[in-house]
């Protein structure tokens, strides 16, 4: 029976490891059944329910702005956003 020296034990310890934790990092960055990793699904608009008649949504002032030749309207912080963007403040 051959001996291995030590440095082939730890060149082959090392390799088995690196090869261990890719499969491990592969194997935990895959979400089966959602579809493509990576890919976010697509969100669901809020329904109408959640905005009350004085145009807030939990405390937040709402903003209306023309985005791309729509008008939308966001919350105020989001609202600074859209503005470095080049929307513009008001319907469109």
């Given at each position: ?41 697509k969100k669901k608009a ?19 702005l023309c985005h791309k ?11 600074k956003a859209h503005l ?9």
């Amino acid at each position: 029976m051959s001996r291995v020296s030590r440095y082939t034990r730890a060149v082959l310890a090392s390799v088995l490891t690196v090869v261990l934790v890719l499969a491990v990092a592969a194997f935990a960055g895959a979400s089966p059944g959602k579809g493509k990793p990576g890919k976010p699904g697509k969100k669901k608009a809020p329904s109408t329910a959640q905005y009350g008649p004085s145009g807030k949504q939990y405390g937040k002032t709402k903003v209306t702005l023309c985005h791309k030749g729509k008008t939308i309207t966001v919350g105020k912080p989001a609202a600074k956003a859209h503005l470095r963007h080049g929307d513009k403040l008001g319907p469109c």
